[in-house]
Each structure stands twice: as structure tokens, then as C-alpha cells.
């Protein structure tokens, strides 16, 4: 029987990319494409293995694929004997993987092809690395709940090493955030220059409509010890976006909402230094991360409005973490034009990502890289148990092809989520949300870990209020009823 060689979820991914980089990296004389394969090509043992997997797998993403009789198949390709002094090297990346044919080579065609269509990679783009969980900073919308002491971050090789098969396969996306970023600068700095060798940043490629650029930003807080040899640090690193956060255009409220006297300050000086040392004027931008004034009523008329008109959005505040902790108020507005608030209830499959669903545990448009180690693909989701897997224990190819395994994507599929969301008891975390990531975090999070608990011997009864009661405290929800004492 034949040995078929098939593509792996990254290996999908990667064959897609080096077949549409024409298309996203293309000027009139083709430079910009060249740069990128060349770039890209330092990832692959020679530039020779990167053009003939390429050329191996071109019709396999899109096409029927193609199988013809041999004792080795390479899907998409008429002939094997040009891939084949590629296929170990091909393996050990992760990129193929190897089945017999053991049943009628169309009715594998049609399941290669519908496994294609079902890739969980094909429409990620970015890697956000959470380089640590330590922040300077305890403000008082923070989703994460503030600072995590024990999470100091993964060593920057380790972090080096998982970025490499995502930026293999094309990704055109990394951010570099925290907790608080520069609180390991020199890891900072080490990850930037490994990964501006296989980035196509704005200063080589300048921007043109319907054509696109890599993008390498840096989100921080704006306390960086000292601003000046930060940014000389980052001068030799031309195209990197610098991303800080100033919540309202009122100092006074900034510094409420952030704990920390003088930091609307320093951000200002930071932006006013950045552009005197000679950074383009949009490498320092302003995130409207969330806007707390009080009272409530005149935030909407003086903030929120006025940026809405501008920006056609407006910022919102993620009721988790600190938010919930400090009792920050529920923005029940409209978000990307779908009705607000959101309860438990509305979750559903059948609707919309943003008012009902999210589909990024079964199709991630970006992977986060945590600083326990843990991939997901979510920033709130950081209270869950497991995630896609942890680096802790696999590499990311791994991970990655192994990902319609993980608990995360069988939850999404089998609709456990949605069960869970029934039975959750929604006065231990009262709605409305502003954002449907909201409830669905949540349910997820008590989900996994009621089964864990039921898993570990407790009845239905004592998992389902151990689960409520540790998704509360992840989430920083008061535990009310359901403390620990009357557990037991
Ligand atoms: S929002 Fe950002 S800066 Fe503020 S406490 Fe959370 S991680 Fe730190």
C-alpha cells in the first residue's frame, strides 16, 4: 500500500503562505516578495527545501488534491521524486506527516481536502507573547487582576524557539506585552532582534494600498525607569510600534484609574522624547484601552462620544480581574454595532463571534504565548486550567498539530460550552458583560475545571460550587456564597 504524505496543521499553514506571499508581498517588480521568502528561508535548512515544499504543496491548498499511484504520494504533486530528499527534514518541522492508503485514494482526496477546510490554523496571523506577568502597575480596569509575582515569564530562548514555526508559516503579527513589558528589558531587546530578521517591517516595505507589511509592536505601560535609553535601545530596531496606553485625555482621572501620581506625565514625555529623537511620528500610539470617569454619565458625553465620532469605536471596560474587584461600571453600549449587554444566556453558537460565539478556540486568529508557558489564543483566557498546550511540556509544532486534541477546541466543538453556560449559577457573576468574551471565558473556565473536580472524586453538587467558587477567584468575582468553608 502507498505511503501518503500529508500536510499537518502548520504544514497547511506554511504551504498557504508561501503560495499567497506573491500576493500579500508583491510591488510591480516583485522586491518585496523576494525580501520576505529571503528572510523567511533562514527558518528552513536551506532556501532549496523552502522553494520545493512550496512547490510540492501549491495545488494542495486550494485545489482537489491531486493523488496519483506510487509506492510514496505527495498530495498535490504528480510526482514525488523531487520532494522526496526533503520529506525527513519536512517532518521534524512539523510541517508533514505520513499515512498509509489504505482505503480508495478518492475517498482520502476527500478527506484531506475536508481536513484542509477544517484546519484550525488557517486564519491566524499573529503571536502576542505575554513576556511576564509582573507589572509596576495595579490599575483598577485590569483584566489580569494586576500584577502575577509568580510569573516571571519563560527564558527568552524558549520563547525564540516557539516563535519559529508560526514565523515559518508566514505569520505577519508579533506583539510583545506583559504585565509590564519593560520590567525584562534585556529579554525585550533579545526577542526584537531575533525576530526582526524574519519580518517585513513598514521602513523596507512602506506601505500601499491592498498590499500588506509585517507588524512587530511593543505594548507597555509608560513607567520604562528610564525613557531615553529605552528608546536609543530601540533606535537601531527601525519599524517596531511602540503601544502605551493613555486611558483619557484627563490626567487626573488617568492617574485614579492607574494608581500611579505623574504617569500621564511620563507618557506625554516618553511621546514628546520618542518624536525629538527621531522616531516617525507613529511609532508611539495611544491605546484607548478603557475610560473611567466619574460619575458615569459625563464619561460617555465627554469621552466617549467625541472618540467614537473620530475613531469609529469607542473603548469598553473587560469586566474581569480588577475590574470586577473594584466595581467599575458595566458599559452597556453598543460594540461593533451589536447590542449590548450580554448575559449567559445569549451564548450561542448560532450567532455572531462578537454577540454570541467565539470561534477562536477552534479557529485562532492570533496565538498568545503566556508567561506560565501555557498557548491559547485569548488574553482573558489566562484563568484556564489548560489551553492548547504548554510549552512546559511540548514545542509549539506540536501544540499546534495537535490542537484539535486540546481540551479547549473539544469543548467549542462538542457544544460544552454551551451546557455549561446553562447550568453556571449567573448571581455568582453577575452580568449584564460588555463583551460577550465575558461569559464565555467564564463558563469555559468553570467547565474545565468542574469536570476536574468531578474527575478528582467530588459529586455533582461539591464540583459544580468548587468550580464556581475558583472561577470567581481567577477572575477576581467576590466569592460570596460560595466560600470555601461552606464547601466542605
Ligand atoms: S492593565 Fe496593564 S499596566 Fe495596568 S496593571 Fe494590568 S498589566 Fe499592569
Redesign the pocket.
Known sequence: MPTVVTLTNLGWRTAHFLKTARRQYDNPYGQHRQLKLDKISGLWPSRTSMNEFGNSFLHYVTDRPYIDRDDLLVVGKKSAEAARPFLAEWEKLGLISFLTANRRLSALADEIKTASLQNPLRIVKGVVVELTGL?????R????G??HPEEYGLPAETIAEALKPLLRAGINEIEFT???VTLRQNDLFTLIDFVKDYLLLEHERPFKLGEMFDDLFITH?GTVKDPKEFLLRLLPFPGIRLQV?LDTLDPASMEMN?QRPGLFARVMYLAILSQQLGFPKHRVSFVL?SALREPDKDWEADFCAPFRQRLGMFPYIIQLG?AVKNGLPHTDHFYCGIPQPLGFADLSPGKPNMCGWCHGYVKPKEIYIRPTGSVGNCPYAYGLPEEFGSLSDRPMAEILNNLQRSLPYQLFTTGAIAEAAGQMDSTAFPGPFASSCEPIVLAHCYVQLFRRYQAAGDNEVIARAKATLETARRYKYPVGKYAEQEIR
Open positions: 507589572c509596576n502597575l495595579n490599575c480596569h485590569c483584566l489580569k494586576g500584577s506583559g504585565g509590564e505601560n496606553s492607574r484601552n480588577n
